[in-house]
């Protein structure tokens, strides 16, 4: 077997298992959410429910940017398709980032009001 070939096939399984993700913690979110709908107060399991599914959706979008580099860039490695490449790669990029500012209520880069400075020393914000 040629290497792009096993390459295109990781690229491959790489791009299945951020579908998988996705497809997974979308039905796991969703039993969660079902199960303690009435057994919470009002509107914990809708925010615990929105939390989950858009954690799933960023892990998966991780893993189809991912795949989609190895196949770009070393299956098809074309100056159109890495400019497309380039343009889903933003448009993920832009959907992980307003996803986490959704669920955390602070952008990615931002530390949590609650922890420390993650580096032992002072706070570089």
């Known amino acids: 077997m040629e290497f792009t070939q096993v390459i295109s096939l990781f690229a491959y399984g790489t791009e299945a298992v951020g579908v998988l993700v996705v497809l997974v913690g979308a039905s796991y979110s969703s039993v969660v959410f079902i199960r303690h709908f ?3 107060p009002e509107g914990v399991a809708y925010h615990t429910f929105r939390r989950q599914l858009g954690r799933s959706i960023i892990l998966g ?3 189809l940017i991912a795949g989609d580099i190895m196949q770009t860039i070393i ?3 074309t100056w159109q398709n890495v400019a497309v490449l380039g343009l889903v790669i933003l448009i993920r990029t832009f959907l992980s980032m307003t996803l986490h500012l959704e669920i955390e209520g602070r952008w990615p880069w931002r530390q ?3 922890e ?4 032992g020393g002072t706070d570089r914000r």
Not at 116 to 119: C, K
């Open 38 to 40: 009435n057994k919470v």
């Open 61 to 63: 979008l991780e893993f």
């Open 112 to 114: 949590a009001a609650d």
């Open 116 to 119: 420390g400075p993650r580096d």
């Open 75 to 77: 299956v098809d490695a």
